[in-house]
Nanobody
Framework: ELRLVESGGDWVQPGGSLRLSCAASGFDFTDYHMTWLRQTPGKGPEWVSTIDSRGEKTVYADAVKGRFTISRDNAKNTLDLQMNNLKPEDTAVYYC????????WGQGTQVTVSS
């Protein structure tokens, strides 16, 4: 059974940093690209970043490019998102998922950026 568990969210002031983690299980992690998405109340999920199955190629949404870094550890079946220079507009619940998206989502982790 596929399982995705996100962690690391917190409240931070603008300009601060956070590192999110995702623990994946129930599927062959090394076979899939992985992605981070975020969602704010009343809106659909917004794509943030994707990393290929080997961890060699990454892509980012323009809104986070240069500030966020996605990475993975295939030995541990984990996916990370290092977020620097956070802005209030980064406030959201962050989710990890595989590509193509699984209909099974984790609980997400709340990131709040405010002064």
């Amino acid at each position: 059974e596929l399982r995705l568990v996100e962690s690391g969210g917190d409240w931070v002031q603008p300009g601060g940093s956070l590192r999110l983690s995702c623990a994946a299980s129930g599927f062959d992690f090394t076979d899939y690209h992985m992605t981070w998405l975020r969602q704010t109340p009343g809106k659909g999920p917004e794509w943030v970043s994707t990393i290929d199955s080997r961890g060699e190629k990454t892509v980012y949404a323009d809104a986070v490019k240069g500030r966020f870094t996605i990475s993975r550890d295939n030995a541990k079946n984990t996916l990370d998102l290092q977020m620097n220079n956070l802005k209030p507009e980064d406030t959201a619940v962050y989710y990890c998922n595989k590509v193509p998206l699984s209909p099974v989502w984790g609980q997400g982790t709340q990131v709040t950026v405010s002064s």
